[in-house]
């Protein structure tokens, strides 16, 4: 079993700046890719981002490419979200996820945080 619990949400005015993460323990000493999903009300779970578990590939979605940006650190067993430039449309629960690639699709991944807010004001 891998825990993973994610700090670093908060309210933030649009075009301000956050950085998320994600720490993990129980089983890290596997191989476990990243990845950072966002569910905002009403609107299904998305893909943000994602790391593989070197660190040396990463994926990002469309809408966050440029402004966003994911890293690893394995000594700490944590995974950032580094949230730049951020609009309204940010808004959402942000999850960290585990999984064994650094896939877009949720069901890639086995083990999930409980989220953090990030909600950003216009």
């Known amino acids: 079993q891998v825990q993973l619990v994610e700090s670093g949400g908060g309210l933030v005015q649009a075009g301000g700046s956050l950085r998320l993460s994600c720490v993990a323990s129980?089983?890290?000493?596997?191989?476990?890719?990243m990845g950072w999903f966002r569910q905002a009300p009403g609107k299904e779970r998305e893909f943000v981002a994602a790391i593989s578990w070197s660190g040396g590939g990463t994926v990002y979605a469309d809408s966050v490419k440029g402004r966003f940006t994911i890293s690893r650190d394995g000594a700490k067993n944590t995974v950032y979200l580094q949230m730049n430039s951020l609009k309204p449309e940010d808004t959402a629960v942000y999850y960290c996820a585990a999984g064994s690639a650094p896939a877009q699709r949720d069901t890639e991944y086995s083990y999930w945080g409980q989220g953090t807010q990030v909600t950003v004001s216009s």
């Open positions: 129980g089983r890290t000493g596997i191989r476990y890719a």
